[in-house]
């Protein structure tokens, strides 16, 4: 059976991502390892051993292609690799936020996740973007305490006071905040979906973008 792997820093995403491959690629399997220590010690010596170490599991296990959700570490894992194709959660939101152009605000509840979020843009912009950082970091403490309802509404409330022609959510946690900004006239761009079909379509179409 074709198998996706996901490579996550936080439990939660379990559940979510296990909904998406059923909703939009039915009839494929999916496999998650969890290292919620990997987010924090992203910078640390070492850390890529132990990132090659999981995508190795998920391969090992059956994985024909591993989806990294932590935007934070998802360079690192196309950069290690693990034997079958690495897709970084945020690089087909990236792909979509450059496409728009303009000013493009990056907003993140983890400081760490800026600066590898500003670089996926910046490397897949065809020219120059406005890129503003536009952090939200007092509601990580609501993510953290499982409060997800208020973190999408405290992220939801952030965005409504951002000026720009495309808003990031940076992160996979941060997608159910789109859902509370419908009526902005703002795109509000997010990267569950959108990596979990490219993931889908990749294993269909061997040459597919994401499939490498």
Request: aromatic letters at 2%; charged letters at 20%; a negative charge.
């Amino acid at each position: 059976m074709t198998t996706i792997g996901f490579l996550h820093t936080a439990e939660a995403h379990v559940p979510t991502f296990r909904g998406l491959v059923a909703e939009l690629a039915p009839g494929v399997r999916d496999l998650h390892v969890v290292d919620e220590r990997l987010l924090a010690d992203a910078a640390a010596p070492g850390v890529d051993s132990r990132i090659a170490e999981r995508l190795r599991s998920l391969a090992d296990s059956g994985a024909d292609l591993v989806v990294c959700t932590c935007s934070t570490i998802g360079g690192q894992t196309e950069r290690v690799g693990a034997g079958v194709p690495v897709l970084r959660l945020d690089r087909p939101m990236a792909e979509a936020a450059v496409a728009i152009g303009g000013r493009i605000a990056v907003v993140a509840t983890v400081e760490s996740t800026l600066a590898p979020t500003r670089a996926l843009l910046l490397e897949c912009a065809a020219g120059p973007v406005e890129i503003v950082d536009a952090p939200c970091l007092d509601a990580w403490a609501l993510f953290a305490a499982g409060d997800l309802a208020g973190y999408a509404r405290r992220v939801a409330a952030h965005c409504r006071g951002l000026t720009a022609d495309v808003i990031v959510l940076a992160q996979a946690s941060m997608a159910p905040a789109a859902d509370l900004l419908a009526d902005l006239p703002t795109p509000v761009l997010t990267s569950p979906r959108t990596a979990v079909l490219r993931a889908a379509a990749a294993l269909k179409d061997p040459g597919h973008p994401g499939s490498g």
